[in-house]
């Protein structure tokens, strides 16, 4: 099986001004070509032997699969979570001008 070359990162966070500033962060970084915001979503969890309920703001980010790493590093960094939902989609298929314009806008920015 191939690897998938693009992906859809999804984080949650408890505020709309979270979620905000984590696609902000990333698109800006070029780590993302875009960021999503659903919200409110209801998160139902087991955390520390206890089942919470939680509203919750989710966003899905879109990005190349090399740049993953970079992009989970920056989410970790910026998340206030202590353990952040960070889970990757494959794209399994998607439209070849969305897809180069995908991988255009988080190509790393060389030699200013």
């Not at 980010?61 to 992009?71: G, M, Q, S």
């Amino acid at each position: 099986m191939t690897s998938p070359a693009w992906l859809t990162v999804l984080t949650t966070t408890d505020s709309e001004e979270k979620a905000h500033a984590l696609a902000q962060g990333a698109v800006e970084a070029r780590l993302a070509a875009c960021a999503q915001i659903s919200a409110p979503v209801t998160s139902v969890y087991r955390w520390q032997n206890a089942i919470e309920t939680t509203e919750e703001w989710q966003v899905l980010f879109k990005t190349p699969a090399e740049r993953y790493d970079d992009l989970e590093e920056h989410l970790r960094a910026a998340h206030d979570y202590d353990i952040p939902e960070i889970i990757a989609v494959p794209v399994v298929r998607g439209s070849d001008r969305y897809l180069n314009w995908l991988t255009s806008q988080t190509a790393p920015v060389t030699g200013l």
